[in-house]
T-cell receptor
Framework: GIQVEQSPPDLILQEGANSTLRCNFS?????LQWFHQNPWGQLINLFY???GTKQNGRLSATTVATERYSLLYISSSQTTDSGVYFC???????????FGAGTRLTVKP | EPEVTQTPSHQVTQMGQEVILRCVPI?????FYWYRQILGQKVEFLVS????????KSEIFDDQFSVERPDGSNFTLKIRSTKLEDSAMYFC?????????????FGEGSRLTVL
């Protein structure tokens, strides 16, 4: 199946800093999503972004499908941004979204 | 806003017992999924379900696991004889999607603890 790799595995920031999280995938994709897992374990949809660029407040994401990567940008980070960020992707010929191992973000006050 | 709902939120069971986890996908969605997440690890795909049959399943989804859509709204995961290593958070998800497109929405999860 498709391989999804995320970097960095861990990231510690001061409140107010900006960050970029990366997701590489091994096949052409039909689906790509970014999720935030909050401290209660819920998976919160951030972006559905198989290609192109989207923005939602302080968060934005870009997927370059031809080069098989996606980036999640967090600007002016807040302590509530802490948690694990997952990228998940599904290839064209397959239904199953595969998750990366996640990036654990800690934002310190 | 429509959402995927899961019950129970937490279940504790003895090793060897059968467990059924229940999910109500978003009502007009066509594709349904189960994933699991062992504590501190990544989210792993178990099975996808479309048109009343399994579409894909992972190597984790062995003979101990089964899924069913017993009526027009519920989607269940059964673990026939639980093992200690089945302790995990189990997530149900659904999407509307024609073909392989469409955003995936997750429920809040069912935490299974096997003693």
């Amino acid at each position: 199946g498709i391989q999804v790799e995320q970097s960095p595995p861990d990231l510690i920031l001061q409140e107010g800093a900006n960050s970029t999280l990366r997701c590489n995938f091994s096949d052409s994709v039909n689906n790509l999503q970014w999720f935030h897992q909050n401290p209660w374990g819920q998976l919160i949809n951030l972006f559905y972004i198989p290609s192109g660029t989207k923005q939602n407040g302080r968060l934005s994401a870009t997927t370059v499908a031809t080069e098989r990567y996606s980036l999640l940008y967090i600007s002016s980070s807040q302590t509530t941004d802490s948690g694990v960020y997952f990228c998940a992707a599904a290839p064209y010929n397959n239904n199953d979204m595969r998750f990366g191992a996640g990036t654990r973000l800690t934002v310190k006050p | 806003e429509p959402e995927v709902t899961q019950t129970p939120s937490h279940q504790v069971t003895q090793m060897g017992q059968e467990v059924i986890l229940r999910c109500v996908p978003i009502s007009n969605h066509l594709y349904f999924y189960w994933y699991r997440q062992i504590l501190g690890q990544k989210v792993e795909f178990l099975v996808s379900f479309y048109n009343n049959e399994i579409s894909e399943k992972s190597e984790i989804f062995d003979d101990q696991f089964s899924v069913e859509r017993p009526d027009g709204s519920n989607f269940t995961l059964k673990i026939r004889s639980t093992k200690l290593e089945d302790s995990a958070m189990y997530f149900c998800a659904s999407r509307h999607g024609q073909g392989n497109t469409g955003e995936l929405f997750f429920g809040e999860g069912s935490r299974l603890t096997v003693l």
